[in-house]
């Protein structure tokens, strides 16, 4: 039955099926060349299946997507904060030819859409002659490519900007970069420099990570109704990205320069990393990925029955308990679970996956960081992790590893940013939580550091902007701005 109820199966097999009830898309797309595309089709019950697709036409093409499965058109509106003014309706036809303009032309330089748009492109209408063509501007001056990179994220995209290189000369795309650079040949774009920064409305409600932060403008960032009216994952994220803005102004020595990031090992290693461990077969992914289907699907179900946050709670907490149960030979469904256990203090479930864990940290690096972090966080005493947990450096931990996949250099990171807020290490702990946000894995055990790191670094937040209101001629006793 939970297989006929698979929301994946069934936008593949019947989404298609299902009128188009509503397409959105921002209003500044066009000048911005970024496009967040909504398309909403309407099920028998009045519910909406909703697929969402992140289009960067300058160059990358379709670089996000996800879905809603089959929910109230309210919900589905709050979810979007659709009244904000963000979005404006549009039709189906040129929903459409925005998301194939941008697809098509990364493909042509070799870029490849989001792994999720394998199934999310059913959402959407076969892209064939039945569809009207219109014409959708790609690519940056010139109609060439235009790579836009946020702070930090050269190594992420170091592939891309090779293909590009590769396909076409260093002179024939363009690209804007701020926080360091590929290579001393190659010149960023100061000019545009203004034009990476955006506002805190340009992104739909709950999809602000550490990443997206660090591209939001200082004004954005400075308003308080603006971050009070996001999510609360997205506030934390938003306040400590400002912070450590301010910070930076007055204590530039506890950043390491754009030199010194590119003799890093985690930056070295990640840009050779593969996105997850080598023994992750696409045959446990997809159990994850069925698996949490299924439980988003029946939480749906149960949100719509009750407003009870406890009662949603409880079965948040049920669910991670009944899926250690059913899914234990999977390590990596224990992974997920383990952290999630963890996040939710559910003791009843760490006692049931931990010790699976245990088994599984003596073949899986993965699991032995994670362990570790766990341990660590949680305040154990484990003497047997402690040259994890007190080690510096990640191929002298494990040095008969290869390689690092992006999933251990992100649990890596998590590990050593605790480690130095704990410890006291400033300069550390913000190189830590930057590169996190470069990696910027979907893992539930961030967002308990972040609150960590947000006390550990509020003294010389408050430090930083008692100084510059004093170099302005703010008088403190005159009250807050």
């Known amino acids: 039955m939970a297989k006929e109820l698979s929301p994946k199966k069934y936008i593949e097999s019947n989404a298609r099926k299902l009128p188009v009830y509503k397409c959105l898309v921002n209003r500044n797309w066009e000048a911005t060349s970024i496009a967040n595309v909504v398309i909403m089709r309407q099920h028998v019950n009045g519910n909406v299946t909703v697929g969402i697709y992140l289009v960067d036409l300058s160059c990358l093409g379709i670089k996000d997507t996800f879905f809603y499965f089959n929910e109230s058109v309210n919900k589905v509106d709050d979810k979007l904060n659709s009244q904000s003014g963000f979005f404006m309706q549009i039709d189906y036809n040129l929903a459409h030819n925005i998301v194939f303009a941008g697809h098509d032309y990364a493909l042509d330089y070799d870029i490849n859409p989001h792994p999720d748009f394998s199934f999310t492109k059913y959402i959407l209408e076969e892209d064939n002659d039945d569809i009207p063509l219109i014409d959708i501007k790609v690519g940056g001056p010139k109609g060439m490519p235009h790579l836009i990179l946020q702070p930090g994220q050269s190594a992420k995209y170091k592939q891309v900007y090779d293909k590009l290189v590769k396909n076409l000369g260093k002179d024939n795309f363009y690209y804007t970069i701020e ?38 403008n200082i004004d954005d960032l400075s308003d308080v109704e603006k971050i009070e009216n996001r999510v609360s994952t997205e506030a934390l994220t938003l306040n400590i990205e400002l912070a450590l803005r301010i910070i930076q102004v007055k204590r530039e020595d506890l950043f390491y320069s754009e030199k010194e990031l590119d003799e890093k090992i985690e930056y ?51 669910c991670v308990i009944e899926n250690v149960d059913t899914y234990q030979h999977n390590p990596y469904i224990v992974s997920m679970l383990f952290e999630k256990a963890v996040l939710q203090n559910n ?14 940290a003596f073949q899986y690096i993965s699991h032995k960081l994670e362990l570790a972090l766990c341990s660590y966080y949680l305040n154990e005493s484990d003497k047997s992790l402690a040259y994890i947990i007190d080690g510096t450096d990640i191929r002298k931990i494990f040095p008969i590893a290869k390689g690092f996949s992006e999933e251990e250099l992100y649990l890596f990171a998590m590990l050593r940013l605790l480690v130095h807020i704990r410890n006291g290490n400033m300069k550390e702990a913000i190189y830590y939580y930057q590169f996190a946000g470069l990696v910027q894995k979907d893992n539930p055990l961030i967002l308990l550091i972040q609150e960590e790191f947000d006390s550990f670094i509020e003294d010389e937040f408050r430090k930083a902007m008692n100084e510059i209101k004093k170099e302005v001629g703010f008088d403190e006793e005159d009250g807050d701005e």
């Open 179 to 216: 926080a360091d650079v590929f290579d001393e040949d190659v010149e960023s774009d100061d000019d545009n420099d203004a034009e990476k920064m955006v506002g805190i409305d340009d992104f739909p409600m709950g999809t602000i990570k550490i990443s997206e932060a660090m591209r939001i």
């Open 268 to 318: 070295i290693l990640y840009q050779k990393s593969e996105q997850y461990p080598s023994w992750v077969s696409d045959e446990m992914f997809e159990e994850f990925a069925d698996m949490m289907e299924n439980d988003i699907y029946n939480y749906r179900i149960l949100e719509n029955e009750t407003d009870s946050e406890d009662i949603l709670t409880q079965f948040d907490i049920d």
């Open 347 to 360: 003791k009843v479930a760490l006692q049931k996956v931990k010790p699976i864990v245990n088994k599984l």
